[in-house]
């Protein structure tokens, strides 16, 4: 893990395992938590970038599936 975790990026991990969180198909995905977007998308996408969230499901270039967390990031989570 090439940086340290901040509180946030904990907070989005659990969102993520609460299954809250959705992202756009894409090589640099949106991200959306309880149907709003992410206040830090730069963090959020690192935290896809390392291997922590990926998406649940493929879908066409801009469609919103959900996120899920890697083992990973599941570890990291402390899940």
Not at 33 to 60: E, I, K, M, N
């Amino acid at each position: 893990m090439p940086r340290t975790l901040s509180h946030r990026d904990r907070v989005f991990l659990k969102a993520v395992a609460a299954g809250r969180v959705e992202l756009t198909c894409g090589h640099e995905p949106e991200i959306f938590v309880d149907g709003l977007s992410w206040c830090d998308p730069f963090a959020a996408r690192a935290l896809v970038h390392t291997g922590l969230v990926r998406s649940g499901q493929s879908g066409p270039h801009g469609a919103r599936v959900r996120a899920e967390l890697t083992p990973l990031g599941r570890a990291e989570a402390g899940l």
